[in-house]
Nanobody
Framework: QVQVVESGGGLVQAGGSLRLSCAAS????????MGWFRQAPGKEREFVAG????????AYGDSVKGRFTISRDNAKNTVYLQMNSLKPEDTAVYYC?????????????????WGQGTQVTVSS
């Protein structure tokens, strides 16, 4: 069992920045992936970014490339999502998720454990 807890959402003006945090605990193992997804009202859950815990390799969704950065702190078992140059279309509930695969997966059904989600609202 793995527990995933996000924090750091909020309200920000367009062009601003936010940093989300996600702590994973429990039986994570050594080879796994952490991912960030988001879901806006009436839309499907969308891949935002992922990081392979063992290799540190990262991947991003097309809509956030160049603006968002995913990183990890191994000692704290925590992953971060730094979001810069935010746009109103980034408004969504952001979810952190754990995947037992060591390579980054891009679809929600490949992730085994999910956090409760944190709201990010970007005003124009």
């Amino acid at each position: 069992q793995v527990q995933v807890v996000e924090s750091g959402g909020g309200l920000v003006q367009a062009g601003g920045s936010l940093r989300l945090s996600c702590a994973a605990s429990g039986h994570t193992g050594r080879t796994y992936t952490m991912g960030w997804f988001r879901q806006a009202p009436g839309k499907e859950r969308e891949f935002v970014a992922g990081i392979s815990w063992i290799s540190g390799s990262t991947a991003y969704g097309d809509s956030v490339k160049g603006r968002f950065t995913i990183s990890r702190d191994n000692a704290k078992n925590t992953v971060y999502l730094q979001m810069n140059s935010l746009k109103p279309e980034d408004t969504a509930v952001y979810y952190c998720a754990y995947c037992a695969w060591g390579s980054i997966q891009y679809t929600p059904h490949d992730y085994d454990y999910w956090g409760q989600g944190t709201q990010v609202t970007v005003s124009s």
